[in-house]
């Protein structure tokens, strides 16, 4: 089992930033990589960002390239999200997740354990 615990969402104004934290334990040794997802109101939960473990390889949505950085720290076994120039379609539940051997890790099937998520909501 994995355990993931996010912190960091809350509410900001159009063209601010935030940064979002999720610390993993128990048997993190299977990590593959650690992704954020998110989800809005009467949407499906969409791929946000994800970093292979080991090599630090980064993936990023279309919408959100250029303005979000995802980056870990292996001796906390914490990933991150730093997010600026955040628009209100960005507003959305933020899940982090943990991919324990998958190739792939574009999708949401690709992981198996889930954080709580946090809300991060911007307004106009």
């Known amino acids: 089992q994995v355990q993931l615990v996010e912190s960091g969402g809350g509410l900001v104004q159009a063209g601010g930033s935030l940064r979002l934290s999720c610390a993993a334990s128990?048997?993190?040794?299977?990590?593959?990589?650690m992704g954020w997802f998110r989800q809005a109101p009467g949407k499906e939960r969409e791929f946000v960002a994800t970093?292979?473990?080991?090599?630090?390889?980064?993936y990023y949505a279309n919408s959100v390239k250029g303005r979000f950085t995802i980056s870990r720290d292996n001796a906390k076994i914490t990933v991150y999200l730093q997010m600026n120039s955040l628009q209100p379609e960005d507003t959305a539940v933020y899940y982090c997740?943990?991919?324990?051997?998958?190739?792939?890790?574009?999708?949401?099937?690709?992981?198996?354990?889930w954080g709580q998520g946090t809300q991060v909501t911007v307004s106009s």
């Open positions: 997740a943990a991919n324990i051997g998958r190739i792939a890790v574009l999708s949401t099937q690709d992981y198996a354990y």
């Open positions: 128990g048997r993190t040794f299977r990590m593959y990589a």
């Open positions: 970093i292979r473990w080991s090599e630090g390889t980064t």
